[in-house]
Nanobody, 115 residues
Framework: QVQLVESGGGLVRPGGSLRLSCTAS????????KRWYRQAPGKQRELVAT???????NYADSVKGRFTISRDDAKNTIYLQMNSLKPEDKAVYYC?????????WGQGNQVTVSS
């Protein structure tokens, strides 16, 4: 079992920045896929960013150039740096790690972008 604890969400003005963190209860190095999803009210959960082993990254078109996913294996932590935030980025953000036959989710972290 792996527990994923998220932090770093909150309220920010349009154009601002936030960094989300997702810290695991044990090493997640062996999980090939490390991802951030988000779910806005009334919408389906969508994939925002993925980092794989080695460090290949992919982003949804809506966040490309603004968001950066990274990881620190020594700290068992995944990050999502979000810059130039827009009101449409408002959502609950979830981290996820996945390997062969298993996967785990964080509890979700609210991000609100509003003036």
């Amino acid at each position: 079992q792996v527990q994923l604890v998220e932090s770093g969400g909150g309220l920010v003005r349009p154009g601002g920045s936030l960094r989300l963190s997702c810290t695991a209860s044990r090493s997640i190095f062996s999980f090939r896929l490390k991802r951030w999803y988000r779910q806005a009210p009334g919408k389906q959960r969508e994939l925002v960013a993925t980092i794989t082993s080695p460090d290949n990254t992919n982003y949804a078109d809506s966040v490309k150039g603004r968001f950066t996913i990274s990881r620190d294996d020594a700290k068992n932590t995944i990050y999502l740096q979000m810059n130039s935030l827009k009101p449409e980025d408002k959502a609950v953000y979830y981290c996820n790690v996945a390997g062969v036959g298993n996967g785990y989710w964080g509890q979700g972290n609210q991000v609100t972008v509003s003036s």
